[in-house]
């Protein structure tokens, strides 16, 4: 069966608790619809769908790829303090099990960042302790909101390029400078500075949209949802928000948006080519009660 050239790499489905609006179910409709081989679940900071996902994707014909959106704790930006209009969004990488060695790694960085994060900050995990974790995990450098992206937009090229090389220390040839383009300014004004780092550093270009919620009908909807999550009103302008560009994209939409640089739409055919992990189900592992005792 025929199916297009480009793979989302980027989906917060429901399981991104009060962010995303994309259920499991329809999230793999829309690939099927679409006739995409494969899909990436990257919810934020869990994993919590990677069995009901995993499952569905496979029973349909299209290639689960079981990820995260990772908070991380970068250690070359001192973070502005906050106006009290809007709170900064945490830096953040993507990471993607590649094998089941690097599925089971993956398990254990989230796993310690909730461990060992502090309560008050929330989660986050410290960059360079990615180092001897990340055997078999592929990292999407996270766009704007990723820790490349932040020094970028503090105008610390020498911050963002140490960031590039510590990462690349880490993950090796599995680090790839992610691109999105959502209309956002941001996106606009950082650009050719990851796209000039990735080139210096030959680190591989890849296209990701981020969808939040299905198609641009429900945008007022999922609009609504962050206002709850942030406990604030619509009419509010100083508050997180999106716009429709972050809705599920058809693979046509992504090739004509990212035209002038089709390597971006190539390797995200590629990385979804180097990942081959399923999440089976098993037998619940419960403990003996009854072992060393009388009955």
Sequence with gaps: MSHTNFVHLRVHTAYSLSEGAIHVKDLV?????FKMPAVAMTDNNNMFAALEFSGAAASNGVQPIIGVTLFVKSPYRVKKKSTGKQAEYPEA??????????????????????????????????????????????????????????????????????????LKRAFGDRLYMEIQ?????????????????AYKHDVPIVATNQPYFVGPDMFEPHDALMCMADSTYVAVTERRKFNPEYRFKTAEEMIERFK?????????????????????????LLPNFTSGMDV
């Design 93 to 166: 990488l993507v990471l993607l099990a590649q094998t089941d060695e690097g599925y089971r790694n993956l398990m254990k960085i989230v796993s310690k960042a909730h461990l060992e994060s502090d309560v008050q900050v929330g989660v986050q995990f410290p960059i360079e302790e990615f180092e001897g974790r990340a055997e078999g995990v592929i990292c999407l450098s996270g766009g704007v909101h990723g820790p490349i992206g932040k020094l970028l937009q503090d105008n610390n090229a020498k911050g963002a390029e140490d960031c590039l090389l510590d």
């Design 181 to 197: 383009r959502h209309d956002q300014e941001l996106e606009q004004r950082t650009e050719e500075a990851f796209l000039d780092l």
């Design 29 to 33: 409709k829309q690939c099927v619809g």
């Design 260 to 284: 002038d640089l089709p390597e971006a739409i190539e390797n995200t055919e590629n990385i979804a080519k180097r990942c081959s992990v399923k999440v089976n189900e098993i037998d619940p």
